[in-house]
């Protein structure tokens, strides 16, 4: 049988080259897993800007967020600057905001969802080189406990970062995943009852410590006017306590005891917003030796028309106070005509004062 013409390639044969073994990716951990990643993770970039003294923590997004018992997932990040605030200074006309006065900050709260976008910068002001090199900045993933009125629960996750890290005037991200909170004190036997409950009522006196907010207060004594002038210059970070997740607040002030004295003072009220500025002073007269005997209460309050007006928090100063409460009374009363201002943490409970 005949045999038609067979064409042939001129050109070499081509040896098939295999491709090399693509790496496998590790699929992202489920929220029920009990590895340490499945309290997800947390992006975010810092920014240490030594022209204006400022750090920028810029909050992106949180991934695989384990949800609670409840479900619902409404979180915010909050930061602190590790350790705490330092001490008062003793200086005429601070700047409006430093460092030692509020070393907390948070975000707005992104509801139902385990991967919330912020991509909201919380910025320190006064921050130096020297804060950079002492100091940790602690981020904590928590779920809002106001927006339906629960109880007050641990952080979904946090993570530390050591800022003497940073690179002056260079931004830096991290993709970092979070870890259960660390307490400064633990039960030795956490495996009893007892053991638990104390563990339970550390974690909710400190939540309740953090979460109330700060208020920033402005004393003077006035060799002219003979007399305490009272200045409330701002809130920040207030506890919200309505429904639609923000407060009404005012401030209240009482100087105890002020027997036949105007000793009772309020600010305006300023509608819907945790961070209030308020900029109002108030006076009280009387020598400092015998102001410097007193007391000073001063609160802040969600107001409410028609029912009580909600408590949000509080602060005492005087010569019996702690800390910088106390500083801060007696390195005004102790001078004349130098105005100091100083951020002071608000306490939770109400404090009573007998007459």
């Not at 350790?83 to 409006?96: D, N």
């Not at 000073?296 to 005492?316: E, K, M, N, P, R």
Request: proline share 8%; with cysteine; net charge positive.
């Amino acid at each position: 049988m005949p045999v038609g013409p067979v064409w042939v390639d001129p050109r070499p044969p081509v040896t098939p080259v295999r491709s090399a073994p693509q790496p496998q990716l590790d699929p992202e951990p489920e929220g029920d897993s009990d590895d340490s990643t499945a309290l997800g993770t947390l992006e975010f970039t810092l920014l240490f800007d030594t022209d204006n003294s400022t750090l920028h923590c810029t909050a992106h997004r949180a991934k695989g967020l384990k949800p609670p018992a409840s479900g619902s997932m409404d979180t915010f990040v909050k930061a602190n600057l590790l350790p705490g605030a330092s001490k008062v200074r003793a200086r005429c006309r601070p700047p409006p905001l430093t460092l030692g006065q509020a070393s907390q900050l948070r975000t707005r709260t992104v509801r139902g969802t385990r991967g919330p976008v912020w991509e909201e910068t919380l910025t320190y002001h006064g921050f130096t080189l020297q804060d950079a090199r002492r100091k940790t900045l602690r981020l904590c993933v928590c779920e809002d406990p106001w927006l339906r009125r629960r109880r007050r629960a641990p952080p979904l996750g946090e993570l530390r970062v050591p800022l003497r890290k940073l690179v002056p005037n260079r931004a830096r991200s991290f993709d970092v995943c979070l870890e259960r909170r660390r307490l400064t004190k633990r039960p030795k036997s956490l495996d009893t009852a007892r053991g638990m409950s104390l563990y339970e009522q550390e974690v909710e006196a400190e939540l309740a410590s953090e979460e109330r907010g700060r208020v920033l207060l402005s004393l003077c004594y006035s060799s002219q006017r003979g007399g305490l002038l009272v200045g409330v210059l701002r809130c920040a970070h207030l506890a919200p306590m309505d429904a639609n997740g923000y407060s009404d607040p005012f401030v209240r002030l009482f100087l105890h005891p002020n027997t036949g004295r105007k000793s009772k003072y309020k600010t305006s009220v300023r509608k819907k917003t945790l961070n209030p500025e308020f900029n109002e002073e108030f006076f009280y007269a009387g020598p400092r030796e015998e102001l410097a005997q007193k007391t000073l209460l001063v609160s802040v309050w969600d107001y409410d028309l028609g029912t009580a007006d909600d408590f949000i928090g509080g602060v005492q100063l005087s010569s019996r106070a702690g800390g910088e409460r106390q500083q801060h009374w007696r390195e005004c009363l102790g001078h004349s005509d130098r105005r100091l201002e100083l951020w002071h943490p608000l306490d939770g409970a109400p404090l009573q004062l007998s007459d």
